[in-house]
C-alpha cells in the first residue's frame, strides 16, 4: 500500500561514526547533523551548543553602518523618527524592536503601520506625504520598501531620508537584456542579499536568510556599537539586545525563513527569552495563550503566540499589536492581548469557511489534475487578511503553489504560498504585466490585480508552473534522515534529538524511518471525529505506542500481524510521572 508520498531517505554517510565519536553522540544523531550539511566537528560542535557569541557582527551586512550612524545622528538631534512597518508578525516585531532600541537611547521613536485591506503592503505615497507633512525628521522602514520606488522619490523630495530595511525580493530590469535589480533611491538600504554595490551577485553577509525582525534587531545592535562609538555596546543596551531576541524570535518563526545557522541561534535564545521576558506585551501574549511557565518551543510561537499576533492586522489593524509591545501599560497590554484573542478566533472561523469554498472551486475547476500545477482562486467577498493563511492550506491539501484572490470593486487583492523548489516572487514577476504591484519572497508573496485581469493571470500564472514544476514535484515528498530498528530508539535519543531543535524550516523535526514493524493488534480510533490512529508496533522484541494524525482512513486497511514501513518523528510521551517513547507517525506503508 503507498499513501502517494515520495520517500526520501538519506544514504548513509560513511562519516557519520567518527563524527559521532568527536562529538561523543550517537552514529544517528551525527548521520542527521550531516544531513543537515554540517560535516565540520566544530560546527557541529556550535550548532549542538548554540552561543550568541556566533552571531555574525552587524558591520557586515552593507549598508548597515551607514544607517546606524544617521539614526545615531538623528537621536542627537532629536529629530522624530518613523519606523514604517508591516502588518504581519515579522514587521511588528521588527517595529517593536527598533522603537525600543531608540527610546533606550533617548530619541524620539514613533510607529506608522499601515492597514492591511485600506493600503496594503508596503510603503504608499499618501502614508509618506502625511509623515513628511507631520514633521518626520527620518523615516526607516522594517520588512518593506524594497520595492517602494516612487515612495522613496517621494521622500527624497520632500527632504525626509529614507532608510529601508527587508529581506523581501526585488524588483528586476531587463532593459538592456541583462538582468538588474531595480532599487529604491534611499538614503540607505539594508538588506542582507545585497552587496556592497547593491547587487545580489557581489553578496558576503554569511546569514542571507534574515528576516524582517532579524534584520531589525541587527540595525538595533550595530545602533547601540554606533551611539557608543564602540564594538561592545553599553551594559543597558546589551541587556536589551538580550532581551530583543525574544521580538526577533517570533519575527523569525513566523516568517517562516531557514532555521539555521545565525536564525536559528536567535530562536534559541529568543525561546528562553520569551519565558522569562520582562515586556509587559509578551507577557500578555503568552498569559492569553495559557502558556505561562511552560517552556516554549517554535510549535508554541508558529501555531498559539504568532497567530494572535497576526490576527489584528489580518482581520483589524496591528497598530495594536505594536502599541501592546511597546507603550502599552500591563492593564492595556493584557487588555489588547484579550481582543487579540477574539480576533483570532474569528479569523478561525472565516479561514475555516472560506478553505472549504476553496476547495469546492479547485475541483469544480479541474486544478486538482495534474496538468494543473499552479492553482488561482478568487471569490467576492472572501476576507482579504484570511486568504493567505487559506493558500498555506489550500497548498497543504494539493501540493502546489496556489494564490488566492479577494475581489471587490473591480479589484483583486491576492495572497500566495508555495512549495519547496517553485520561488513564488518570481513566479509574479513572470506574470507581472496582469498585476498591479506585487512582492514577496520565495514562499510567500502577495498582489494586485484588476479583476479584469483575473483569467489571464490565472492563465499566465498556470503556463508559469507548468514549466517550472515537472510532475514528481506536484507528489509531497519526505525527507527521512535515517533508517532505525525500533530497539535504537528510546528516551535518551530522544531528548539527546531534542538537541537539534529548535525546529522549522530547513532544519526540520528529525524523522525516522522503521522498516518491516509488524503491527502487534489492531488500531484504535481516536479523536473527535476518529480521524486519528493508536496503535503498538513491534520488532526483535522491542514494542513502541505510536499515533498517526490525520490517518483514520487506514483503518480498515490495518490487521493485526500486518507488516509495515514507518516515517515517523520519535517524541516523548508522559503520563502519570512515567516517560515513554511514542512514534508519531507520519506516514504508512505496507509491505
Sequence with gaps: MQTGKRWNIALPSPAAQALADRLRTSPLIAQILINRGLVDADECARFLSPSLKYLHEPSQIPGITQAAARIVQAIGQRQKVIIYGDYDVDGITATATLWHAIRLLG???????????DEGYGLNSEAIAQICADGAGLIISVDCGITALAEADLARERGVDLIITDHHEWRWSNADGLARPVLPRAHTIVHPRLGPDGTPATCTYPNPNLCGSGVAFKLAWAIGQAHGNALRVSDSFRSFLIEATALAALGTVADVVPLTGENRMLVHFGLGGLKESRLLGIRALIESAGLTGRKLDSYHVGFLLAPRLNACGRMGHAREAVEMLTTADAARAREIATYLEQQNRQRQELEKQIFEQATRQVIELGMDKDDWRGIVLAAEGWHAGVIGIVASRIVGRF????????????????SGRSIPGFHLARALSACGEHLETHGGHEMAAGLRLQSGKLEQF???????AAGELPPEMLTPELRIDAVAALRQINVPLVLDLARL????TANPRPLIACMNVELAAAPRRVGRSGDHLQFVVRQDGTSIKCIAF????LFERLAPGARLNLAAEPTINEYNDRRDVQLEVKDVQLV
Design 107 to 117: 530619541g524620539q521613536a514613533e510607529y506608522y503601520i499601515p492597514h492591511r485591506l
Design 399 to 414: 501540493n502546489k503553489p496556489t494564490i488566492m484572490v479577494s475581489l471587490s470593486n473591480g479589484h483583486g487583492h491576492g
Design 550 to 553: 490525520n490517518h483514520g482512513h
Design 458 to 464: 490565472r492563465r499566465a500564472f498556470r503556463e508559469y
Design 501 to 504: 531543535g529548535p525546529f522549522g
